[in-house]
């Protein structure tokens, strides 16, 4: 909501694409000194630096981050919010926003465990994980700056990242260390490029005085797919194998293409921040 509140309407992609690279760099370094921690003071250790971690960055977020007045508003219905909630320009961003941390997650999750099935030792599976990271850091700057100029829409971005997805989970179902690192690769790549153009989508489409609430609701479909996509994995490896519980993300994820189509009369909204970018520009 920060990030969204702060940023120019024009700015939106790159503000969520630097916020999803600080994310992803946690995600990638995080394991790595946890595991120096461990190893060389145990989880006391561990604990401790992430308590003075934690407490460091409250002060400094308490000093850096600027108040955010909230904007005057007009009364809604339970029936408002239902309806505003239920147009395609909220539907299809969070639905991607869901699949795309459903591979995030699962990728992370179970990544190893197919490393482990295939004979691979704990650096190699680890270091794919952090690969994942590492490739989802380095898109989503790019990916947010490409959408604020113009060079793509935030639906043929989405599309393309879900379609990039779907080939890293189907991937990463194939046995061997090929696989393995590709999968990672791909999964990264395809849920850094969905991830800042969904957020932007749904700040361009959302009241400016609602968009605390609609970020929120989004967020909440986000934790969905968190919790629905290791689910899902996890009941079809238990029944056929992790190969197929893979396979059925990577298809689910590719069926998603034809929702996030967009319909008529919809490519104006969608090029709503190239525009405001364009007119930055001029002015």
């Not at 916020?19 to 995600?27: D, E, L, M, N, Q």
């Not at 995030?104 to 990544?111: D, E, K, R, S, Y």
């Not at 909440?220 to 059925?248: F, I």
Request: charged share 10%.
């Amino acid at each position: 909501m920060a990030t969204s509140a702060t940023a120019k309407a024009a700015k939106h992609g790159r503000a969520f694409g630097s916020y999803g690279f600080y994310k992803s760099i946690g995600y990638t370094a995080g394991p790595l000194i946890g595991g120096l921690l461990v190893a060389g003071g145990g989880l006391p250790l561990l604990f401790t630096a992430m308590t003075a971690l934690a407490a460091a960055v409250a002060a400094w977020a308490a000093v850096a981050v600027p108040a955010i007045p909230p904007l005057p508003k007009a009364r809604q219905t339970v029936l408002d919010l239902a309806r505003r909630l239920s147009q395609g320009s909220f539907l299809k961003p969070t639905a991607a926003l869901a699949l795309a941390t459903a591979a995030l997650v699962v990728g992370v999750g179970f990544l190893p465990v197919a490393g482990a099935a295939a004979h691979l030792g704990p650096v190699v599976t680890g270091a794919a994980v952090s690969l994942l990271a590492a490739s989802a850091a380095l898109v989503q700057p790019r990916a947010g700056a490409a959408l604020d100029h113009g060079r793509i829409t935030a639906t043929a971005g989405i599309r393309t990242g879900l379609a990039i997805t779907a080939a890293g989970l189907a991937a990463a179902a194939l046995p061997g260390l090929l696989g393995l690192l590709l999968g990672a690769i791909l999964i990264g790549a395809g849920t850094g490029l969905i991830t800042p153009l969904g957020f932007a989508a749904l700040a361009a489409a959302s009241p400016a005085e609602r968009l605390g609430q609609t970020m929120g609701a989004a967020e909440l479909g986000r934790e969905l797919g968190d919790a629905g996509g290791l689910v899902l994995v996890a009941a079809l490896a238990a029944a056929t194998t992790l190969s197929g519980g893979l396979a059925a993300l990577a298809a689910l994820t590719a069926a998603a293409l034809a929702i996030s189509r967009p319909a008529a009369g919809e490519s104006a909204t969608d090029r709503t921040s190239g525009d405001l970018a364009e007119q930055s520009t001029v002015t």
